[in-house]
Nanobody, 125 residues
Framework: VQLQASGGGLVQAGGSLRLSCAAS????????MGWFRQAPGKEREFVAT????????YYADSVKGRFTISRDNAKNTVYLQMNSLKPEDTAVYYC???????????????????WGQGTQVTVSS
């Protein structure tokens, strides 16, 4: 599967952005579609993921209540609606796909084999 992320940009603290991840290819082979982020000088961290079939979301504690992940199976697209953005949300955001179906794997980048190119999100204070 190929993943194309878009929607990043510059926004003031408290603002909103919506990221999109368009998937092409054998999407039915993948169980979870996730978002990760990497800030300068930091390791890549999990943000949110969603079951491709069941639509069940899972979030990192740092974004719970502010971010919403969703998917449109007809369009093979996953979205990340980000509200109440904070400067600490500044990072390159990556979408990724996982073939692992076990729930314990969904928050770890180790289990995601396909990655998009990343989109920059910058939140100014």
């Amino acid at each position: 599967v190929q993943l194309q992320a878009s929607g990043g940009g510059l926004v003031q603290a408290g603002g909103s952005l919506r990221l999109s991840c368009a998937a092409s290819g054998r999407t039915f082979s993948y169980y979870f579609m996730g978002w990760f982020r990497q800030a300068p000088g930091k390791e890549r961290e999990f943000v949110a993921t969603i079951g491709w079939d069941d639509g069940y979301p899972y979030y990192a504690d740092s974004v719970k209540g502010r971010f919403t992940i969703s998917r449109d199976n007809a369009k093979n697209t996953v979205y990340l609606q980000m509200n109440s953005l904070k400067p600490e949300d500044t990072a390159v955001y990556y979408c990724a796909a996982s073939k692992y179906s076990q729930y314990y794997t969904r928050g770890s980048s180790t289990y995601y084999s396909e990655w998009g190119q990343g989109t920059q999100v910058t939140v100014s204070s």
